[in-house]
């Protein structure tokens, strides 16, 4: 029996220790504790992985330069895009909150997408991991939380209840381009088996 800590996964939600399981695609490896699903391996997951992800740099394009919203006061209308809004705290003591924006909203997301691309694309044409490919999932899993597109459109929808009654607000398509985005982001982390991944890359690698 091997002892190797590299076949010991961590439970991510109670920390139980268990031994990596032989898993076939399309089943699931649970904790025996909490019953978290620890590996969910599924068919033909890393071509989802890249489509997604291209996917989501094309909506990411729309969303940042694309009109993201019109606000009419008495026949005075003013549109605005995710791009203006950075723009709009580039000035004197604003503009770390401007770089804050840009990297939380735009350029981690975009990073991640990018990321994973390179990781998934050449594995799910049947060739060998890129090189360097396993730092540069490493890179992808450390950035993802901070990846807040979809923290960005959730405090979006709130401050738009409380300006509807202040302002006629139209929403433009980047808008729903953002939308979308979060849903293509969460159907890309369903496909992902991070397990699956590491051991996909170190198989493939030797």
């Known amino acids: 029996m091997d002892d190797s800590l590299s076949n010991i996964i961590a439970c991510p939600n109670c920390d139980v220790l268990h031994r990596i399981p032989e898993i076939e695609t399309g089943a699931q490896a649970r904790c025996v504790r909490c019953g978290t699903v620890l590996m969910a391996p599924r068919e033909g997951a890393m071509t989802r992985i890249v489509m997604l992800s291209a996917t989501g740099l094309?909506?990411?394009?729309?969303?940042?330069?694309?009109?993201?919203?019109?606000l009419s006061v008495q026949g005075l209308?003013?549109?605005s895009s995710v791009f203006d809004a950075v723009l709009?705290?580039?000035?004197?003591?604003?503009?770390?909150?401007?770089f804050a924006v840009a990297a939380l909203i735009v350029v981690l997301p975009i990073m991640r997408f990018i990321a994973l691309i390179y990781v998934f694309a050449p594995m799910a044409l049947g060739y060998e991991p890129a090189r360097g490919a396993r730092d540069v999932f490493r890179l992808a899993e450390t950035i993802r939380p901070w990846a807040m597109a979809e923290i960005f459109i959730i405090g979006v929808a709130v401050a738009l209840v409380k300006v509807a009654g202040l302002a006629t607000v139209t929403l433009g398509p980047a808008f729903w381009a953002f939308v979308l985005l979060v849903i293509v982001t969460a159907l890309k982390d369903s496909f992902m088996c991070r397990v699956t991944v590491w051991q996909t890359l170190s198989h493939r690698s030797t």
């Open 77 to 79: 209308g003013r549109k």
């Open 88 to 98: 709009a705290f580039s000035d004197g003591l604003m503009l770390p909150l401007s």
């Open 58 to 70: 094309i909506l990411m394009v729309g969303a940042v330069f694309f009109p993201f919203l019109e």
